[in-house]
């Protein structure tokens, strides 16, 4: 199975930007569907948002909407998450993860994570 990258973390300020990259090491099949979670400080892992790789149907936590935009990179088979008008409450490791299952926002339908990238905001 392939191998995730995760990339692009670091420290912002608030109401900064970041763009999060997950790449591949192999060949994505159209089928796939690549998700982002993140850990918060002392909590378990929380959905961000996901996006079919075959028609960019994407999907969205409520903390996520209007802020953060999941796209596709078909030719360079990588998956960002932009990241604007962060917050504090952002802060939190960063996963991206792939299954099969269109628009899921429960762990238990990705079975391959990176290893996170880590976003922290300051106030």
């Known amino acids: 199975q392939a191998q995730l990258v995760e990339s692009g973390g670091g420290l912002v300020q608030a109401g900064g930007s970041l763009r999060l990259s997950c790449g591949f090491s192999?060949?994505?099949?159209?089928?796939?569907?690549i998700g982002w979670f993140r850990r918060l400080p002392g909590k378990g892992r929380e959905f961000v948002a996901t996006?079919?790789?075959?028609?960019?149907?994407?999907r969205y936590a409520d903390s996520a909407k209007g802020r953060f935009t999941v796209s596709r990179d078909n030719a360079g088979n990588t998956v960002y998450l932009d990241m604007n008008s962060l917050n504090p409450e952002d802060t939190a490791v960063y996963y991206c993860?792939?299954?099969?299952?269109?628009?899921?926002?429960?762990?238990?339908?990705?079975?391959?994570w990176g290893q996170g990238t880590q976003v922290t905001v300051s106030s």
């Open positions: 993860a792939t299954g099969a299952t269109r628009g899921a926002s429960e762990e238990m339908w990705y079975k391959n």
């Open positions: 996006i079919a790789w075959r028609d960019g149907y994407a």
């Open positions: 192999t060949r994505i099949y159209s089928s796939t569907v």
